[in-house]
C-alpha cells in the first residue's frame, strides 16, 4: 500500500523580500529590455503614457490577485481562482493552459530578446544562442526554488541598478527633463495620439506582466496570506515607476526610429546618454532578460504542477523530485515547448499573443471574484480584501485594453 503521506512536497522558504525581487525580476526581465523601441515606435512621445495606462489596468488586477491570494492559497493561481468561480472543469482547464501557454511564449519571447544583446558580443547564430539561453536557464529553474529565487534576485537587483543609472544620466544630460512631463500625456481630443497610445498600451501591457506570477508561488511563501498581496503591490509599483522614467527618458533623448531600428535599444540609450561603450548596460541586459527566462519557466512549471495536483492533467506532472522539491517533470516539457516557440515564432507575434491572452484571463479572475463576492462566500479570518467595484472595473479595463484602439479610431 502506498502511503501519501511521504509524497515529497513543495518547501516553504520564499519571504517578501525574494518575493518582492521575483516580482520584480520577471516583470522587468521580460519588458523593458526588449520592447521599449516597439512601443515608441507605435505611441511616439507619448510612450510613456502607455505604460502609465497599461499601469492602471494591471492595478485593477492586481488587487484581485491580492484578495484570491489569500482565499485561496494554492499553486496554479489563475486557474483556481476562475475554478472557484464558475466551478466548471472545463473552464479552470483552459484557463491554466492558457497561462502555461502564455508563460512559455513570453520566455520565448524573452529569450528572443536576450539573444539580439548577446549577439552584440558574441558572433554565434541566434538559434544557438537561443538554444544555450533557454536550456540552461531550464537546468536552473529545475535545481530547487531556493536556489532559482535567490539567482533570480541577485539579477534583479543588478537590473534594476541598471535602469537607475539611465534614469539619472537622462536627468544630469537634461535638467529640465522633469519639467516637461506633462508633455508626454496627449490630449484628450488628440484622436491619433491616443489611437498610438491604446495600441502602444497592449505591448507595454506585456511589460508589466510578472507581478501575478508571484501567486504560483504561495505553496513555497512563508505567511502567504499576509506576504503575497504586499508583494503583489510593492512589485507593480515599483515596476511602473521604473518603467515610466526609462521610457521618458529614452524617447526624450534618442529619435523614434532609432529606438525603433536596434535590437538593443537599452544599449543604444545608455550610449547616446553618457558617451560610454554600451558594453556594460548590455551586459546587465542580458542578465534582466536571463532572468525573466529562468521566472517564466519557474512559473509555468508551477501552474503545470497546480493542475496536476487537482486532477486537471495527468498526475505525472505534479511529481516532485524528492533531490530539489521540484516539479521536474513539468520544469523540462514547459523548457522543451519554450525553446521550440523561440526558435520558429517571430518576436512581435509571441508579443501580442501573450498580452491578449493574459488580458481575456485576467478578466475571468476578476469576474470570478466577482461571482465569489456576490454568493457571499466568506473569506478566512485575516485576508486581504477589496470592495466588489474594483474587479468589477478590472473586468472593464481589460476588455477595453484589447479593444479600445478600435472604438478610438
Known sequence: ????????????????????????????????????????????????????FAALVMGFSALSFAEFSGRIPQSAGEAV??????????????????????????????????????EQLLDLPRPVIVAIIVLLMGALAAQGVQESVMFAGILTVIEILGLLVIIGAGFLAEPDMMRDLPASVPALSDTTALTGVFAAALIAFFAFIGFDDVVNLVEETKNPSRTMPWAIMISLVAVTVIYFLVVYVAVRAVPIDDLAGSDAPVGLLFERLTGLSPLSITL???????????????????????????????????????????????????????LAAALFVPLDALVELTSQIILFVFAL????????KLRG??????????????????VVTCLFLLIGPLFIG
Open 1 to 52: 500500500m502506498t502511503d501519501n503521506s511521504k509524497q515529497p512536497e513543495l518547501r516553504r522558504v520564499i519571504g517578501l523580500p525574494l518575493l518582492v525581487l521575483y516580482g520584480l525580476g520577471i516583470t522587468i526581465g521580460a519588458g523593458i529590455y526588449v520592447l521599449i523601441g516597439a512601443a515608441a515606435e507605435t505611441a511616439g512621445i507619448y510612450a510613456p503614457t502607455a505604460f502609465l
Open 81 to 118: 481562482y476562475v475554478d472557484a468561480g464558475f466551478g466548471w472543469n472545463w473552464l479552470t482547464l483552459v484557463t491554466g493552459l492558457l497561462i502555461v501557454f502564455s508563460a512559455t511564449i513570453a520566455g520565448a519571447a524573452i529569450s528572443l530578446g536576450c539573444a539580439g544583446y548577446v
Open 284 to 338: 546587465v541586459a542580458i542578465v534582466a532578460t536571463l532572468n525573466g527566462v529562468v521566472i517564466e519557466i519557474i512559473m509555468a512549471s508551477r501552474v503545470v504542477y497546480g493542475l496536476g495536483r487537482k486532477g486537471r492533467v495527468p498526475s505525472w506532472f505534479s511529481a516532485v523530485n524528492a533531490r530539489t522539491r521540484t516539479p521536474l517533470n513539468a520544469t523540462i516539457i514547459i523548457t522543451g515547448v519554450m
Open 365 to 372: 479572475v476578476n469576474l470570478s471574484l466577482v461571482v465569489v
Open 377 to 394: 462566500d466568506v473569506p478566512p479570518e485575516g485576508v486581504f480584501t477589496i470592495p466588489i467595484v474594483v474587479p468589477m472595473i478590472g
